[in-house]
Structures are given as structure tokens and as C-alpha cells.
């Protein structure tokens, strides 16, 4: 057999077409969607917490009840840029960093919002 005659037989055996390929760009597309679905489930929220705990350290007061970072709870007795002077009990009084303050808590009087 010569060369034509072997591409002609081979030519022959080839499939016929060959179904199209998709377009590069769905290849990214889940990733692309795994992106959205990271940024809005995990990365949002806690962007908005972090926005609110920002907004209640810059809001403390005297006389606010918080809990530190440490799990202590006190009474805000001064308020400086960078520190808070807590109160944890009778004649026992701390300086904290403001941004270790872990929240702020409502006063004692007010009953839960599920009541």
C-alpha cells in the first residue's frame, strides 16, 4: 500500500464529526460561583460584625456594662481613646484596651427580645 491509499482508508475510519467543544469560559464558571457563594455566606456576614462591633466600641459610655475579650464583665468607668477603666467589682478596677472589648451588654432592667 502506498501513502494516499493508506490516508484514504484511515480518512474513512475517522468519525464522521466531532461533537464541539464547549466555550472556554464555562470552564471557570464554577469557580466563579464558588467565589459568590464564599463571599456571600462567610465573608459578608462577617464583614457586618465586625462594621457593629466597630460601631459599639466607638459608642461606649460610662456607666456601659461589657464583656472583654478575656470573658471579664464590668462597668465602664472611663472613657479614653485607646483604653476603658472597667470596674469587676467593689474596689476593683482595670484598664483594658478599647479593642478588646468583646460586646456590650444591655442593662439589667430591660427584658430579652424574645419575651
Given at each position: 500500500m502506498n501513502g494516499p491509499a493508506l490516508l484514504a482508508i484511515l480518512a474513512a475510519a475517522a468519525p464522521a464529526a466531532t461533537p464541539a467543544e464547549p466555550p472556554a469560559y464555562l470552564q471557570f464558571l464554577p469557580l466563579v460561583a464558588m467565589a459568590a457563594i464564599f463571599y456571600f455566606l462567610i465573608l459578608r456576614p462577617q464583614m457586618r460584625?465586625?462594621?457593629?462591633?466597630?460601631?459599639?466600641?466607638?459608642?461606649?459610655?460610662?456607666?456601659?456594662?461589657?464583656?472583654?475579650?478575656?470573658?471579664?464583665?464590668?462597668k465602664v468607668i472611663k472613657v479614653e481613646d485607646q483604653t476603658v477603666d472597667l470596674e469587676l467589682g467593689p474596689n476593683v478596677r482595670v484598664r483594658a484596651v478599647r479593642a478588646t472589648i468583646g460586646d456590650v451588654l444591655p442593662p439589667a432592667g430591660s427584658a430579652p427580645a424574645n419575651d
Open positions: 460584625r465586625q462594621k457593629e462591633q466597630q460601631v459599639k466600641i466607638s459608642a461606649l459610655k460610662k456607666g456601659d456594662q461589657v464583656v472583654t475579650a478575656g470573658g471579664l464583665i464590668g
